[in-house]
């Protein structure tokens, strides 16, 4: 079935001359050669300066000490987010609770929450404002009022 062709070997021949290692350095400058050595020399340096330091005896430990200190500010910060929330939280659900008893007249009440809420917000002053511009005036007296006596009460335990 298949024929079997005969090529001469002439056809296969490339059209590069052989090179001859002698030729080939030759041609390489001799700054890149020195360029070259260097550079092994520098691999070969960070090397062996890797590998005694990994063998060092408090390397480890370090490295551990190094890492365990790093989880540990990323669980307190974790930790301070939280407590952030939880505190959002508490002082929007006594706004809403003063809120609640503004709208059923009971305006004592009101004040505490809004105070509750003041002792927690991180800009009491500002919740100041918001309950003075939104609320009615007897609120506000009432917040304030309670403001004054804790600082006074506070000014007075530190006498």
């Given at each position: ?9 002439s056809?296969?021949k490339?059209?590069?001359p ?6 080939v350095i ?8 020195v ?11 960070c090397m ?5 330091r990994?063998?060092?005896p ?5 490295l551990i ?13 974790n930790?301070?987010v939280?407590e952030?929330?939880k ?5 929007n659900?006594e706004?809403?609770e003063?809120?609640e ?12 929450h809004?105070?509750?809420a ?7 002053e ?9 609320c ?5 007296v009432f917040?304030?009022?309670l403001?004054?006596?804790?600082k006074?009460?506070?000014?007075s335990?530190s006498?």
């Amino acid at each position: 079935f298949h024929r079997i062709v005969n090529i001469p070997n002439s056809h296969f021949k490339t059209s590069c001359p052989k090179l001859k290692l002698k030729e080939v350095i030759m041609k390489v400058s001799p700054s890149l050669i020195v360029g070259g050595v260097l550079a092994a020399g520098v691999i070969g340096y960070c090397m062996y300066f890797d590998n005694k330091r990994r063998s060092a005896p408090g390397f480890r430990k370090k490295l551990i000490a190094k890492r365990r200190k790093e989880y540990d500010a990323i669980v307190q910060q974790n930790e301070k987010v939280k407590e952030h929330e939880k505190r959002q939280s508490y002082v929007n659900s006594e706004i809403k609770e003063a809120n609640e008893c503004i709208r059923q007249g009971d305006n004592r009440d009101a004040a505490k929450h809004f105070f509750n809420a003041y002792k927690r917000y991180a800009q009491p002053e500002k919740l100041l404002e918001m309950v003075k511009t939104t609320c009615p005036d007897e609120v506000y007296v009432f917040v304030v009022d309670l403001v004054q006596k804790a600082k006074s009460r506070n000014q007075s335990e530190s006498a």
